[in-house]
């Protein structure tokens, strides 16, 4: 298997994003969870993306995730590599988006990196280096109270520069407009005074192509799946990938009980959790039942069993961001968070081995310590369900499953719904 693009994801809601966005671009794409094992038996794709629960760690072992991951990529000919990160460029000034950054930059032997989240498709825009989510600047949006990763300052080159031991420069959308030789020309110029990383402004889909064209002819580049989308159309375009059928099915029907879990506290999820209740029973988890060990997984197991004959069941630990804030004064930050996430990755077990064969996660950090739990190496890429969630059917695990990891943000109001009717 000779790759025509490597990514590494920093979580494993992004990583489906990006792997939904390349898969509809026309490249045959696997997303795998954790660096595979040299026998892990994948199809013959243009792209791997390689899922990571790194955007919350410490940043040394973050760094040495990403790395290992960027070697495996690289022994399968991958001669670009995707850091992908999230479209709101969540990471505190402690890294992690800077530190794995420089580190690949080091081992790619690249002069400049050009950094983005922008994904116009979806509501994320950079202009003079500023993030916007919709017509507000990130930090004057909702998505600014993230809870491990807040972001109040949607400055990137600002951001970047608190995290990143190189020089962070800006290519700005005027230069964007010229075209790729215009942008190579200023990344040049940077490179010439030190500047190892550039915030790049993009506004429009046809910014984005303009960046994928010039990104991949570097070996390394930073981003949401925007600018995964604009290295796809480069690959097309220039001939280096056949296109491939888009939207192909995971396969046949999985059947069997249904789940969804959520874990996000975004407003997105909150209102769709509302819509759920409508629709499909419903269990809100007590949070600081959780943290004090008073059985709240068995609680949620024993109300779900008898449940999942009928149809499908919802499971919920989020919480406003006035709650979150108090739970965490009480408990700690990483304490509740860690609480939380296993929390519900005992129930998604539990459910699996009762069941359980269609399984919907909200939340990157509750998708990602239950895929962990569930020891699922890989997915093969099918429908998308909204922008940016796939379909995922589980490969190199025992059963079949199916899958959709959402992050918190994403989805329409009806989202649990929507998932459920597309994974048969």
């Not at 629960?53 to 995707?82: D, F, N, P, Q, Y």
């Not at 960046?211 to 989308?229: D, K, M, P, T, Y």
């Not at 099918?382 to 199916?402: K, N, Q, S, T, W």
Request: glycine content about 12%.
């Amino acid at each position: 298997m000779t790759l025509s693009l490597g990514c590494i994801a920093d979580d494993y809601t992004g990583a489906s994003d990006l792997a939904n966005t390349l898969t509809r671009a026309g490249l045959r794409t696997v997303q795998t969870i954790g660096v595979p094992a040299d026998d892990l038996a994948l199809p013959d794709v243009d792209a791997v993306v390689v899922s990571l629960k790194s955007r919350s760690i410490e940043a040394g072992l973050a760094v040495a995730r990403s790395r290992a991951a960027e070697t495996w990529l690289r022994s399968r000919g991958a001669s670009h590599v995707l850091f992908k990160i999230c479209s709101t460029f969540d990471s505190t000034d402690a890294g992690n988006i800077g530190p794995v950054m420089d580190a690949l930059r080091a081992d790619s032997g690249e002069a400049v990196v050009l950094v983005t989240p922008a994904f116009p498709e979806t509501g994320r825009t950079v202009y003079q280096g500023n993030l916007f989510v919709g017509a507000v600047p990130l930090n004057e949006s909702p998505l600014k109270d993230h809870p491990l990763n807040p972001m109040h300052d949607s400055n990137l080159v600002r951001v970047l520069a608190r995290q990143s031991r190189t020089q962070i420069g800006l290519v700005d959308l005027a230069t964007v407009t010229r075209g790729a030789d215009a942008v190579r020309a200023r990344l040049a110029e940077l490179a010439g005074k030190g500047i190892g990383a550039a915030i790049i402004d993009a506004v429009f889909d046809r910014d984005l192509e303009t960046i994928g064209l010039v990104a991949a002819g570097h070996r390394l580049s930073v981003g949401a799946s925007g600018i995964g989308l604009g290295l796809a159309r480069a690959l097309v375009s220039t001939g280096k990938v056949k296109s491939a059928a888009t939207g192909a099915e995971t396969g046949a029907a999985v059947g069997g009980p249904a789940a969804c879990l959520a874990g996000s506290c975004s407003q997105a999820t909150l209102q769709q959790i509302a819509n759920a209740e409508r629709v499909m029973p419903v269990l809100h988890l007590d949070p600081d039942r959780i943290l004090t060990g008073a059985g709240e997984a068995q609680r949620a197991l024993d109300w779900a069993r008898p449940r999942l004959a009928e149809g499908p069941v919802l499971i919920a630990s989020s919480s406003t961001p006035d709650q979150v804030a108090a739970l965490q004064a009480r408990h700690g930050r990483d304490a509740a968070g860690h609480a939380i996430e296993q929390t519900m990755a005992d129930i998604a077990e539990s459910l699996v081995k009762s069941g359980v064969r269609r399984l919907v996660v909200a939340g990157g950090e509750t998708s990602g310590a239950v895929v962990d739990r569930l020891k699922i190496p890989g997915f093969l890429v099918g429908v998308e369900i909204a922008a940016g969630v796939p379909v995922l059917r589980a490969v190199g695990a025992g059963g079949d499953m199916l899958l959709a990891l959402k992050s918190g943000n994403f989805g329409g109001a009806e989202f649990f719904s929507d998932a459920l009717r597309l994974m048969r």
